[in-house]
């Protein structure tokens, strides 16, 4: 008899502190990052970048409207830098946009979101350097440039 009061109580302390918030590791949600061009994991960048060997390109002043651990949601402005006369002296040309971040992958220890889908906002297109058409619906890249 003492035995199984000893193991009822066990199982009363467990189902407690399962009630207590307290949830094992395999049910708790794994949280999901950004590697923009090596420098990193980072959750909600404010800007993410296309082009990394001279950042021409890209997406800033970006604002998540959800990020869960497998997409995220947000928008914010995309950049070009036209090249015209050279990169050096080009013109940059911005458009306001919406950003996903998509194609979980577990990688260097991390759940990162490898995609990036830029479109224009809605009933708009890309404002876009004229010497560089057509110009594109969307922009989809992979972030794959790992440090270390």
């Known amino acids: 008899m003492k035995r199984s009061a000893s193991i009822a109580l ?23 990052y950004f590697n923009d061009c ?10 993410v970048i296309q082009y990394c060997a001279d950042g021409g390109a890209g ?6 409207s959800s990020w869960g651990t497998t997409s995220a949601k947000g928008t914010g402005t995309y950049y070009i830098n036209g090249c015209t006369p050279s990169c ?10 919406n950003v996903l971040l998509s194609k979980l992958v577990k990688t ?3 759940n990162y979101l490898m995609n990036v889908t830029v479109t224009p906002k809605a009933g ?12 594109p619906k969307k922009i989809i890249w992979t972030s794959d440039m790992w440090r270390g």
């Open 38 to 47: 090596g420098l990193g994991p980072v959750k909600k960048p404010s800007s």
């Open 108 to 110: 260097h220890g991390k």
């Open 10 to 32: 066990i199982a009363v302390l467990l189902l407690g502190t399962a009630s207590e918030g307290i949830a094992p590791a395999a049910t708790a949600k794994t949280p999901s």
């Open 124 to 135: 708009k297109q890309f404002v876009w350097p004229p010497k560089m058409k057509p110009i």
């Open 59 to 64: 997406v800033v002043n970006i604002k998540w």
């Open 88 to 97: 050096a002296a080009g013109s940059i040309y911005k458009s306001s946009v």
